[in-house]
């Protein structure tokens, strides 16, 4: 992984927004994004003559945050929470570098909670279902760009 300066991205580098709103107390977040389902044609050649683009896909994705910012975020959605589609951008920022990935349409489809001794702090864990990943305002794919449905 290349660096800035000797310093290169860390978790502290980001800026978390969900639905426009900052959300300091996220202890992390994943996602993914790619192409699947690419269908070849052979014909009457041993060879492929031709490959299908495939069809994009955001894969689920998972944040984890403090019960206090959940309680927030459930508050900030309000009732049907998890029907509502919202926004997620991570920005992060390191020795004069900037990068913003935007989750678009994303919708909570789990909610897991638990606590264990110890003086931990308590977290909850979310499920997320996401539309579209565009990373640093450069799509994956062309095509229509999906809209946030409230």
Do not use: C
């Not at 009457?44 to 994009?56: D, E, L, R």
């Amino acid at each position: 992984m290349p660096t800035i300066n000797g310093r290169a991205y860390d978790h502290s580098s980001s800026t978390i927004r969900i639905a426009g709103v900052p959300f300091t107390e996220i202890k992390s977040i994943e996602y993914s994004h790619g192409t699947e389902g690419h269908a070849t044609l052979h014909g009457t050649s041993k060879k492929p003559q031709s490959v299908t683009s495939g069809i994009y896909k955001a894969d689920e994705g998972s944040l984890e945050m403090s019960n206090t910012e959940w309680q927030q975020l459930r508050r900030l959605l309000g009732p049907g929470y998890l029907e509502r589609r919202f926004p997620i951008t991570v920005a992060r920022a390191e020795g004069g570098n900037f990068e913003t990935d935007s989750l678009v349409s994303v919708k909570i489809t789990k909610v897991g909670k638990g606590s264990s001794e110890g003086g931990e702090v308590a977290m909850t864990k979310l499920s997320l279902h996401i539309m579209e990943v565009v990373e640093d305002g450069v799509p994956a794919v062309i095509g229509p760009v999906s809209t946030v449905v409230s």
